[in-house]
Structure formats: structure tokens, C-alpha cells
């Protein structure tokens, strides 16, 4: 995939091999992992760090092969999910990170930009959420609040 906002083609990377059912090594017990998923959100574990756990501690490569649904798709059907999406709140957090640099470091110009081109993500983000219905319709990026909503 190319870079959103650079002139390049962005890099080769591996793929996923395609399989259509979980391995036979893999834990494929449908009750206990959707269990331990409910308890790994309940810890306050984001959807990404939930399938690390999965995959690293409780021999489940994919989640998907085994419950026929993403992490994000069980915690929405138990009504866990959070209220701003994981992809954005990363971004968000990035730029809280980016704001707190520029505020020890005024005349960093390369982060300013860096900051604008973030923020431009972010609001290109949300708006392709809320018209998905991800993310409510009255929510908006403000950069003065923004310490408020990441937690």
C-alpha cells in the first residue's frame, strides 16, 4: 500500500497464508476463548493486544478461524466495545504524544508538520467512521480537548 501522505509506493510485506480453518495444534474451544476474550476487555485490553494475548499465550493463531468473527465483532455482540475506535484513538494518542514534544521544543518545524499531517488523518479517520456509523455524528477533533478524550 502506498503512503498517505509521501510520494512513496510504501514497502513489500509478507501475507497471511490463506486458510480456511484453524490448525489442529490450536486451542479451538469456541465457549473458553470468547470467555477469555470478555475477560481480557474487561482488564481494559484493546482489541489488538487481546489477539496478541490469544496468539502468544492461549495457542490461538486466529480468532477468526475458530469463532467465524473478529475480536472486535465478539466485543461488539457483548456491547464491550469502546466508544472511540481503537485505529483512531491510537492517532489520537500519537498527536497528544506530538503536542507534548512541540511544547518542550517550539522551533521543531519537521514535528509541527508532522502534527498537521496526524491531525489530518485523524480527521479524515472520523469521518469515514461516522459514516459508518462507528462513531457517533456530533463527535469532533479538537485539539485543545484532546487530552480529555484520550484516556
Known amino acids: 500500500m502506498g503512503r498517505m501522505h509521501a510520494s512513496g509506493r510504501g514497502s513489500s510485506g509478507s501475507t497471511r497464508p490463506f486458510i480456511e480453518a484453524a490448525p489442529e495444534w490450536s486451542n479451538t474451544d469456541k465457549s473458553a476463548i470468547e470467555e477469555k476474550i470478555l475477560e481480557l476487555a474487561g482488564k481494559g485490553h484493546t482489541t489488538a ?14 480468532v477468526r478461524l475458530v469463532l467465524g468473527e473478529r475480536v472486535g ?22 498527536a497528544l504524544r506530538m ?21 489530518s488523518r485523524i480527521r479524515r479517520l472520523s469521518r469515514y467512521l461516522k459514516e459508518t456509523g462507528a462513531l457517533d455524528s456530533e463527535w469532533s477533533y479538537k485539539r485543545d480537548q484532546l487530552r480529555l478524550a484520550v484516556n
Open 73 to 94: 465483532q465478539v466485543l461488539a455482540r457483548n456491547e464491550i466495545s469502546p466508544k472511540i475506535p481503537e485505529d483512531l484513538m491510537n492517532l489520537m494518542r500519537k
Open 49 to 62: 493486544e487481546i489477539g496478541l494475548i490469544l496468539r502468544d499465550q492461549h495457542a490461538v493463531p486466529n
Open 99 to 119: 503536542l507534548d514534544h512541540l511544547n518542550e521544543n517550539r522551533k521543531d518545524l519537521h514535528n509541527r508538520r508532522q502534527l498537521e499531517l496526524i491531525e
